[in-house]
């Protein structure tokens, strides 16, 4: 399969690297990032979110791509779109998701509306969810 590279003027949306690991989890596995999503990951739970991450693109051929700022190659964390699979959610309909380090959450609008400009087309969606916090409002700032 051919690597995905989306560039927007800021940002590159790409897949995965095995050196990407590490720094993703330093970056996003952090108490405010992981507020809504579950708490922070134990170390022992890294290579479950790793193995779920990349199952969705052994499964489906797609999953979450990397969110690397093009400036000087920081990793900001990963957007995307997945195949829903968690209780209480529409199974099977694609879902717009994004984790970002705090610093970046800004930047998760940019990024969400690329990947949803590729995906329309590549993946035929004819419906998507998101799931995200009720509780908590994304700024926009510099979308």
């Known amino acids: 399969m051919a690597e995905t590279r989306i560039e927007t003027e800021r940002l590159i949306l790409r897949d995965w690297r ?3 690991w590490p720094t993703f989890l330093r970056v996003t596995n952090t ?6 999503l579950g708490g922070v990951l134990p170390p022992e739970r890294y290579p479950w979110l790793k193995d779920r991450l990349e199952g969705y693109t052994r ?14 190659g920081a990793l900001l964390g990963f957007c995307g779109i997945k195949r829903a699979n968690q209780a209480g959610a529409p199974l099977g309909d694609f879902e ?9 959450w800004a930047r998760a609008t940019r990024a969400r509306r690329r990947r949803l400009r590729w ?25």
């Open 18 to 20: 095995e050196e990407d």
């Open 31 to 36: 108490p405010e990032v992981m507020r809504w």
């Open 59 to 72: 499964d489906h051929g797609h999953t979450f791509w990397v969110v690397e700022r093009k400036e000087d």
């Open 96 to 104: 717009v998701g994004w984790r970002l380090r705090e610093d970046a």
């Open 119 to 143: 995906s329309r087309p590549s993946l035929s969606m004819a419906r998507r969810t998101s799931s995200r916090s009720p509780y908590r409002e994304i700024p926009e700032a510099g979308a």
